[in-house]
């Protein structure tokens, strides 16, 4: 998925951006709200993991800034603030989840594919395709029985057409589950990672429609 983490604090921002990178996503870390609004008019993330207290206003403002908006984008927020009261402000005001700190990176990870499967960003935890057996959150793929090895990029343009299996998905949503902002992109990186796929998973389970992107085959 594409990420936007907004968090002050530097050993955390740099733990958090790491982990969810080497978990496949592509995360954008900004320290302020300024710089989360500027991010977000350019980009459509499909999660957004939310500090409280910023240099330059309270999260929480954000938040219903987004929902004002209509911005349905999930948030979980990210927060020292461990009262009751705090919980259900940040609930009331449009999150999704709610996550204190000190904070374990694998509890953050299972609550980034919990919410992400709420609102459709990944199937089911076990999804079958042919003689395929996938399962997204726990990074698991079985062909014939056997299982086989995705890297963190190969995972991530998996997702993106199990997302939509049977339609078509574009080069460039791709490549924006692929990189984060400001990334360089090769012109052809997704056909290699697409062609590297193909060799582990099967050369006849992603279709190539010319012009347009690559789907999913489903029979």
Same mark, same amino acid.
């Given at each position: ?28 870390? #900004? ?14 993330? %499909?999660? !957004? ?32 603030? *461990? %009262?009751?009261? *705090? ?43 042919? !003689? ?13 029985? %056997?299982? #086989? ?17 049977? !339609? ?20 052809? !990186? ?30």
């Amino acid at each position: 998925m594409r990420i936007l983490l907004i968090e002050d604090d530097e050993a955390l921002g740099s733990a958090v951006r790491e982990h969810t990178v080497t978990e496949g996503h592509a995360a954008d870390w #900004v320290k302020d709200l300024s710089q989360a609004r500027e991010y977000a008019r350019s980009v459509a993330y %499909q999660l !957004t993991l939310l500090d409280i207290h910023l240099p330059d206003g309270n999260g929480i403002d954000y938040l219903r800034e987004m929902r004002k908006r209509l911005d349905s984008t999930p948030v979980i927020i990210l927060t020292a603030r *461990d %009262q009751i009261s *705090d919980r259900i402000e940040g609930l009331n005001a449009g999150a999704d989840d709610y996550l204190l700190k000190p904070f374990d990176l694998g509890e953050l990870s299972a609550r980034i594919y919990a919410v992400a499967r709420r609102h459709g960003h990944f199937p089911e935890p076990i999804y079958s395709l042919g !003689t395929l057996a996938i399962q997204s959150a726990a990074r698991r793929l079985d062909r014939h029985g %056997q299982a #086989v090895y995705l890297t963190a990029r190969e995972w991530a343009v998996l997702d993106c057409l199990l997302r939509r299996p049977g !339609t078509i998905v574009s080069k460039g949503e791709i490549e924006d589950a692929l990189y984060s902002f400001g990334s360089e992109i090769e012109s052809n !990186t997704v056909e290699v990672y697409v062609s590297r796929l193909r060799k582990k998973i099967g050369g006849d389970v992603i279709a190539t429609v010319r012009g347009l992107g690559y789907r999913l085959v489903v029979t």
